[in-house]
């Protein structure tokens, strides 16, 4: 009965538009045989040997992008797709990669770790998030999600000595796992609706036919939309995301926070604007609740935080709300809007953590807003950059994160939806306090006894606070401060304080890098802007 | 979700071998599907279930579902039965489970409900044409080749990317079990000296940092 009818057409492999994730795959492999021969050695050649390979990804997918012009193709079966918004996205992807392998050596020198497995765990997170800003297939989108998400789990719990490292990484692996199966139950329907999971021939499906009962079709879109929903942390699928990314090293978070949401929007634009780009009348709507919900709530409960780890966790869901106004508009303009949108965010929310990562000390603990007073004093460079920082997120002119929230704006405006421009302009001014309320406290004093921020800022945290469930615990945390530490803790951190005042070599770059970035394209706009328009993609 | 279309061969001369397939298999499939739920030793309602199992696995067969069957013996009578039956003899398969008293009251009745709306769900949709899209990659059931072959063409062509970066997954699972599972080094402090244990009742957004002493302190 098994008759094979001839023999196997075996697709033709373009090595060439898939080398940034060949590299992304292929250099951890490299690293982890290599940790396996030597023994002796610390942290610092497995950083070299991932900035050098987080290079050579970027130069790759700058290879595609020069390569594949105006002319997009498929590849590997109609897999991959090869455009200049997947050069793009890998380009940013490769760049957090090596972003991310920096802060990641600091932070291994300070908890004494010298293993390759965290870097390894970050090349290998990293290429997923390729494979899904250039998925040609909702297969290899989950796949993609998948390889991301996984690693993403375990470089949460890396940090053995603190618990609240190993409750974000199995909050984040629960909710996760949900999340994707929903995500893997929306690509059953939507093949049973269209017989392909194929995004070409999902496209070219539905433009030539018309589904009358369509609800297993759109049962499967909004599946795909809660799977990646969550992924990019938009409101109502956030509620992971303060906890993550309080409790995990602070690099892993700096990494998670930009490069799960920039694949989460590059899949939820292949998804919805390829794939089912005819069907926009119908997701438009589910997006725009998504991005008032996302704006709304991550703008007010940005300001309520004494966290600044969950201050920031906050402020990227409402970063998330921006971007999926972008999407929103479902034209062109969105498009490059939210290509610029994530490369500019990318580098600002890695260098904001950079200096959580700085602050936090030994296992990341001082994360009050108390921790960061009179930072500019002590580090007046670091306390700099956290500035220029923190007012691009605010979207301050003549920084990245202006432009970027303009040509969300525009591209809103330009939809017609402007009730969703003005809440997301309001969004920004809600956010901006807060990032001014850190600004203020940076070159504040650093007398302990001083009550943080604006006095009005505080008063309706309580009943905030109590409402959404958010702890209290931080409250009189300086009073408690010098009673309850056990005499082990004491000890430990007295020998560790000396060390952790330096600013980390990884650091030091990732922040002059970012900070410089911030500052040189928003006064110069037009190379980064340029690019995000190009980014065209291959429908 | 695929009609069921009359045989091509006649109705009548399949149907005999096909039925006395069906009933042999359905009956082992409802005996030990029965068996799992009374039998009192957690053992024996494993191993009913490895013959429920099967007698699904003949049903496939009969669909003409053939890699279906051979999945379902690998995997769920080979891979998660077995797993089942590490966690029984983990937990102790000598002491005897009281289930006189139900931890969950509403699950009896919960269970009798879903039970009945999946079969009514079974019913209407037995009776409805459901129209989906195109048809699959892999073509209907009894087609010009069988459908493990079918499979095999997809795996290897369309869905050749997807097939070999599952790879990545499999390393990602060593390395994670690796780093998570590796006992602490000599001299290394483990999570036990983390400011708080456990079981105190912090919850997960507390802050942990609250009792550490500024840096400033010390300065």
Same mark, same amino acid.
């Given at each position: 009965?098994?008759?094979?009818?001839? +023999?196997?057409?075996?697709?033709?492999?373009?090595?060439? /538009?898939?080398?940034?994730?060949?590299?992304?795959?292929?250099?951890?492999?490299?690293?982890?045989?290599?940790?396996?021969?030597?023994?002796?050695?610390?942290?610092?050649?497995?950083?070299?040997?991932?900035?050098?390979?987080?290079?050579?990804?970027?130069?790759?997918?700058?290879?595609?992008?020069?390569?594949?012009?105006?002319?997009?193709?498929?590849?590997? +079966?109609? +897999?991959?797709?090869?455009?200049?918004?997947?050069?793009?996205?890998?380009?940013?992807?490769?760049?957090?990669?090596?972003?991310?392998?920096?802060?990641?050596?600091?932070? +291994?020198?300070?908890?004494?770790?010298?293993?390759?497995?965290?870097?390894?765990?970050?090349?290998?997170?990293?290429?997923?998030?390729?494979?899904?800003?250039?998925?040609?297939?909702?297969?290899?989108?989950? @796949?993609?999600?998948?390889?991301?998400?996984?690693?993403?789990?375990?470089?949460?719990?890396?940090?053995?000595?603190?618990?609240?490292?190993?409750?974000?990484?199995?909050?984040?692996?629960?909710?996760?796992?949900?999340?994707?199966?929903?995500?893997?139950?929306?690509?059953?329907?939507?093949?049973?609706?269209?017989?392909?999971?194929?995004?070409?021939?999902?496209?070219?499906?539905?433009?030539?036919?018309?589904?009358?009962?369509?609800?297993?079709?759109?049962?499967?879109?909004?599946?795909?939309?809660?799977?990646?929903?969550?992924?990019?942390?938009?409101?109502?699928?956030?509620?992971?995301?303060?906890?993550?990314?309080?409790?995990?090293?602070?690099?892993?978070?700096?990494?998670?926070?930009?490069?799960?949401?920039?694949?989460?929007?590059?899949?939820?634009?292949?998804?919805?604007?390829?794939?089912?780009?005819?069907?926009?009348?119908?997701?438009?709507?589910?997006?725009?609740?998504?991005?008032?919900?996302?704006?709304?709530?991550?703008?007010?409960?940005?300001?309520?935080?004494?966290?600044?780890?969950?201050?920031?966790?906050?402020?990227?869901?409402?970063?998330?709300?921006?971007?999926?106004?972008?999407?929103?508009?479902?034209?062109?303009?969105?498009?490059?809007?939210?290509?610029?949108?994530?490369?500019?965010?990318?580098?600002?929310?890695?260098?904001?953590?950079?200096?959580?990562?700085?602050?936090?000390?030994?296992?990341?603990?001082?994360?009050?807003?108390?921790?960061?007073?009179?930072?500019?004093?002590?580090?007046?460079?670091?306390?700099?950059?956290?500035?220029?920082?923190?007012?691009?997120?605010?979207?301050?002119?003549?920084?990245?994160?202006?432009?970027?929230?303009?040509?969300?704006?525009?591209?809103?405006?330009?939809?017609?939806?402007?009730?969703?421009?003005?809440?997301?302009?309001?969004?920004?001014?809600?956010?901006?306090?807060?990032?001014?309320?850190?600004?203020?406290?940076?070159?504040?004093?650093?007398?302990?006894?001083?009550?943080?921020?604006?006095?009005?800022?505080?008063?309706?945290?309580?009943?905030?606070?109590?409402?959404?469930?958010?702890?209290?615990?931080?409250?009189?945390?300086?009073?408690?401060?010098?009673?309850?530490?056990?005499?082990?803790?004491?000890?430990?951190?007295?020998?560790?304080?000396?060390?952790?005042?330096?600013?980390?070599?990884?650091?030091?770059?990732?922040?002059?890098?970012?900070?410089?970035?911030?500052?040189?394209?928003?006064?110069?706009?037009?190379?980064?802007?340029?690019?995000?328009?190009?980014?065209?993609?291959?429908? | 979700?695929?009609?069921?279309?009359?045989?091509?061969?006649?109705?009548?001369?399949?149907?005999?071998?096909?039925?006395?397939?069906?009933?042999?298999?359905?009956?082992?499939?409802?005996?030990?599907?029965?068996?799992?739920?009374?039998?009192?030793?957690?053992?024996?309602?494993?191993?009913?279930?490895?013959?429920?199992?099967?007698?699904?696995?003949?049903?496939?067969?009969?669909?003409?579902?053939?890699?279906?069957?051979?999945?379902?013996?690998?995997?769920?009578?080979?891979?998660?039965?077995?797993?089942?039956?590490?966690?029984?003899?983990?937990?102790?398969?000598?002491?005897?489970?009281?289930?006189?008293?139900?931890?969950?009251?509403?699950?009896?009745?919960?269970?009798?409900?879903?039970?009945?709306?999946?079969?009514?769900?079974?019913?209407?949709?037995?009776?409805?044409?459901? /129209?989906?899209?195109?048809?699959?990659?892999?073509?209907?059931?009894?087609?010009?080749?069988?459908?493990?072959?079918?499979?095999?063409?997809?795996?290897?062509?369309?869905?050749?990317?997807?097939?070999?970066?599952?790879?990545?997954?499999?390393?990602?699972?060593?390395?994670?079990?690796?780093? @998570?599972?590796?006992?602490?080094?000599?001299?290394?402090?483990?999570?036990?000296?983390?400011?708080?244990?456990?079981?105190?009742?912090? /919850?997960?957004?507390?802050?942990?940092?609250?009792?550490?002493?500024?840096?400033?302190?010390?300065?």
């Amino acid at each position: 009965m098994a008759v094979i009818a001839g +023999a196997l057409a075996i697709p033709h492999i373009s090595y060439i /538009s898939i080398l940034p994730e060949l590299i992304a795959m292929g250099a951890p492999m490299v690293m982890l045989l290599w940790s396996a021969t030597t023994r002796s050695g610390g942290p610092g050649r497995w950083t070299a040997f991932t900035v050098v390979a987080s290079v050579a990804a970027f130069l790759a997918s700058v290879e595609i992008w020069v390569k594949v012009g105006t002319h997009p193709y498929t590849a590997v +079966a109609g +897999a991959i797709l090869v455009d200049r918004f997947s050069a793009f996205l890998s380009g940013i992807f490769a760049v957090a990669m090596g972003l991310f392998a920096l802060l990641a050596h600091d932070w +291994a020198v300070r908890e004494d770790e010298s293993g390759p497995e965290l870097p390894a765990l970050g090349m290998l997170s990293a290429s997923g998030a390729m494979l899904m800003a250039a998925a040609g297939d909702l297969v290899v989108v989950f @796949l993609g999600l998948e390889i991301m998400s996984i690693a993403l789990y375990v470089m949460a719990a890396m940090n053995r000595r603190r618990l609240a490292s190993g409750e974000a990484a199995l909050k984040y692996f629960v909710l996760g796992a949900f999340s994707s199966a929903i995500f893997l139950y929306g690509i059953a329907l939507t093949y049973g609706a269209t017989g392909t999971t194929n995004i070409a021939r999902i496209a070219s499906y539905l433009a030539s036919n018309v589904v009358v009962s369509n609800g297993v079709l759109l049962a499967g879109m909004a599946m795909l939309i809660v799977g990646l929903g969550f992924k990019v942390a938009a409101v109502p699928f956030h509620t992971w995301s303060p906890d993550v990314y309080q409790g995990s090293p602070s690099p892993v978070t700096a990494f998670m926070s930009a490069v799960a949401k920039a694949a989460g929007f590059a899949a939820l634009v292949r998804v919805l604007m390829e794939a089912m780009g005819t069907l926009r009348l119908d997701w438009q709507p589910a997006i725009y609740v998504l991005a008032v919900l996302s704006l709304v709530v991550g703008g007010i409960l940005t300001v309520v935080q004494r966290d600044v780890k969950r201050m920031l966790a906050y402020s990227s869901i409402s970063h998330a709300g921006f971007v999926l106004a972008a999407l929103q508009s479902a034209s062109a303009a969105g498009r490059s809007a939210l290509a610029y949108y994530v490369a500019a965010y990318t580098l600002m929310i890695i260098g904001s953590f950079a200096v959580a990562g700085h602050v936090g000390g030994p296992g990341d603990r001082s994360q009050d807003l108390s921790s960061y007073r009179g930072l500019s004093s002590r580090h007046p460079a670091v306390g700099f950059a956290f500035t220029i920082l923190l007012l691009g997120q605010a979207g301050a002119p003549f920084t990245t994160g202006f432009l970027a929230k303009f040509y969300v704006v525009s591209a809103a405006v330009g939809n017609g939806s402007y009730t969703l421009a003005v809440v997301a302009m309001l969004s920004a001014v809600v956010t901006a306090f807060f990032y001014l309320r850190i600004v203020l406290g940076l070159y504040g004093s650093e007398e302990p006894s001083t009550p943080e921020g604006p006095p009005g800022v505080l008063e309706p945290q309580p009943a905030l606070v109590g409402s959404v469930g958010e702890p209290q615990a931080s409250h009189g945390a300086e009073e408690r401060g010098s009673v309850v530490v056990p005499e082990v803790l004491v000890a430990a951190s007295a020998t560790q304080v000396i060390e952790v005042s330096e600013v980390g070599a990884g650091t030091s770059v990732v922040l002059a890098l970012c900070a410089a970035a911030t500052v040189v394209l928003g006064v110069w706009p037009s190379p980064l802007l340029d690019l995000a328009k190009a980014a065209t993609i291959i429908f | 979700m695929i009609g069921l279309a009359p045989s091509p061969i006649g109705l009548l001369a399949v149907a005999i071998p096909d039925l006395a397939t069906f009933v042999v298999a359905a009956a082992v499939v409802l005996a030990s599907a029965i068996g799992v739920v009374i039998s009192r030793n957690p053992v024996h309602s494993a191993l009913f279930l490895v013959a429920t199992l099967f007698g699904v696995a003949v049903l496939f067969v009969e669909q003409q579902a053939e890699f279906l069957a051979a999945v379902q013996i690998i995997v769920y009578a080979g891979a998660i039965v077995v797993l089942f039956l590490f966690v029984i003899m983990l937990l102790g398969v000598d002491r005897p489970e009281k289930i006189s008293k139900d931890p969950l009251p509403a699950q009896r009745p919960l269970a009798a409900f879903l039970g009945l709306a999946v079969v009514a769900e079974v019913l209407a949709l037995a009776n409805t044409h459901w /129209s989906t899209g195109a048809k699959g990659t892999a073509g209907p059931p009894g087609g010009p080749a069988s459908n493990v072959s079918d499979l095999a063409r997809a795996t290897f062509t369309t869905y050749l990317l997807p097939f070999e970066i599952t790879s990545a997954l499999l390393v990602i699972a060593v390395i994670g079990a690796v780093v @998570l599972a590796r006992p602490p080094r000599p001299g290394e402090h483990h999570a036990e000296d983390d400011e708080q244990a456990p079981t105190e009742g912090r /919850s997960l957004g507390e802050q942990p940092g609250v009792v550490e002493p500024r840096q400033e302190a010390s300065r």
